[in-house]
C-alpha cells in the first residue's frame, strides 16, 4: 500500500519546523512543512499549481520557492503533470515520515 493513502496531511505535526530530514536543507524543509499544512487545509494530497500553493501560504511567496518546488520534483519528492501541478509522492511522504503524529 502506497503511503500517500495510509498517511494523510493531518497525520504530520506541523506545530515545529521540519529540520533534519533526509534533505538537510532548510529552505527545502520549510516549503515541506509549507506544503503540509496547504494540503491539511485542503483535507488530503491534492495536486497544486504554483498559483494554489502561493495563494496558501500565509506569507509572501517569492519566486525562490518556485526554484524550491521545482528542486523538489527533480529530488522526485513531488511529481510535475503537464499542465504544471504539482503532485505529492511516496517519497515526498518518507522524507517527513519522522514527524508523523504518535
Same mark, same amino acid.
Given at each position: 500500500?502506497?503511503l500517500?493513502e495510509?498517511i $494523510?496531511?493531518?497525520?504530520?505535526?506541523? $506545530?515545529?519546523?521540519f +529540520?533534519?530530514?533526509l534533505?538537510q536543507n532548510c !529552505?527545502?524543509e520549510?516549503? =515541506?512543512?509549507? =506544503?503540509?499544512?496547504?494540503a491539511?487545509k485542503a483535507?488530503?494530497? =491534492?495536486?497544486?499549481?504554483?498559483k494554489? +500553493? !502561493?495563494? #496558501?501560504c500565509?506569507?509572501e511567496?517569492?519566486?525562490? %520557492?518556485r !526554484?524550491e518546488?521545482? %528542486?523538489?520534483?527533480e529530488l *522526485? =519528492?513531488l511529481d510535475? *503533470? %503537464?499542465?504544471g501541478?504539482y %503532485?505529492?509522492t511516496? $517519497?515526498?511522504?518518507k522524507t517527513i515520515?519522522?514527524f508523523? $503524529? #504518535?
Amino acid at each position: 500500500m502506497k503511503l500517500l493513502e495510509t498517511i $494523510k496531511p493531518g497525520d504530520i505535526n506541523t $506545530k515545529g519546523h521540519f +529540520y533534519n530530514t533526509l534533505l538537510q536543507n532548510c !529552505e527545502k524543509e520549510v516549503i =515541506l512543512r509549507n =506544503l503540509v499544512i496547504n494540503a491539511t487545509k485542503a483535507g488530503d494530497w =491534492l495536486p497544486f499549481t504554483f498559483k494554489q +500553493y !502561493e495563494d #496558501a501560504c500565509g506569507h509572501e511567496v517569492t519566486e525562490s %520557492e518556485r !526554484e524550491e518546488l521545482d %528542486e523538489l520534483f527533480e529530488l *522526485a =519528492l513531488l511529481d510535475k *503533470a %503537464e499542465d504544471g501541478h504539482y %503532485e505529492f509522492t511516496d $517519497k515526498f511522504i518518507k522524507t517527513i515520515i519522522d514527524f508523523v $503524529k #504518535a
